[in-house]
């Protein structure tokens, strides 16, 4: 699903609610106060009503007659929608969210990088190789380096020219740019082009299990990074 227009009262409306029912100020199962919040945001009933049917569409509220617009339990939350992963991380980093998007990512991504071995193409390849030399440009650019990387797993998914590898890049592109963003956030870190230079090598080759195990060591090394980060913050 196409994330939403952020820009403007529309999309700071949508935000402001999202993340009151994603970190429970407002409970599942609660009816929302459609006046309240029409005279909080200080916008129109129709505004109001449009910014809620883009929560709707994610799953997060639903309204009945008699009842009114209530928050749905979580369960019935699209959890792998994009902007539903980055609410949970707007206000700071979610520790257990990252370690379950590394734990989908050590299920997706070596096995998509076994399949790229066999499909890739030489605008694939050449794809990869623009990521790796943005990588190595970035220099310390924190915003460079982050896009870089994600610029990199989009390829990759791309390369299995698989079309449903490929719509996972919402969920990984998201929850990977939010474990960028503490992993480059000014602090010292390993130069990251040769692990993920270790997969493009391997694809080239056609050699699948050395893609794959490419793979794993590059997200045995983002795990190690991550970890780096929170011992750092924890012994502060």
């Known amino acids: 699903m196409a994330q939403y227009a952020r820009r403007g009262v529309h999309g700071q409306t949508v935000e402001a609610i999202a993340r009151r029912i994603l970190t429970g100020e407002i409970a599942a199962g609660a009816t929302l106060n459609i006046v309240a919040l029409q005279e909080e945001f200080d916008v129109s009933l129709t505004a109001l009503r449009e910014a809620l049917k883009v929560l709707s569409a994610k799953g997060i509220v639903d309204a009945r007659q008699k009842r009114g617009t209530f928050v749905r339990p979580r369960a019935d939350w699209n959890l792998l929608d994009g902007d539903v992963i980055r609410w949970q991380f707007a206000e700071g980093t979610d520790q257990r969210l990252l370690d379950q ?17 066999t499909r890739a193409t030489e605008d694939d390849l050449t794809a990869l190789d623009r990521a790796l030399a943005e990588m190595s440009r970035a220099n310390g650019d924190p915003a460079a380096a982050i896009a870089a990387d994600l610029a990199f797993h989009r390829a990759l998914l791309t390369a ?21 963003r503490l992993v480059h956030g000014g602090t010292p870190h390993d130069d990251p082009v040769p692990s993920h230079r270790a997969v493009v090598d391997a694809l080239r080759d056609r050699d699948e299990t ?11 090394k983002a795990v190690r990074d991550v970890e780096k980060v929170r011992g750092r913050r924890g012994s502060q």
């Open 101 to 117: 998007l590394h734990e989908v990512r050590a299920i997706i991504e070596p096995a998509a990088a076994r399949l790229a071995a």
């Open 160 to 180: 299995t020219h698989n079309e449903l590898l490929e719509r996972m890049e919402v969920v990984m592109e998201t929850g990977l740019a939010e474990r960028d």
């Open 210 to 220: 050395a893609a794959e195990t490419a793979m794993r060591q590059l997200l045995d």
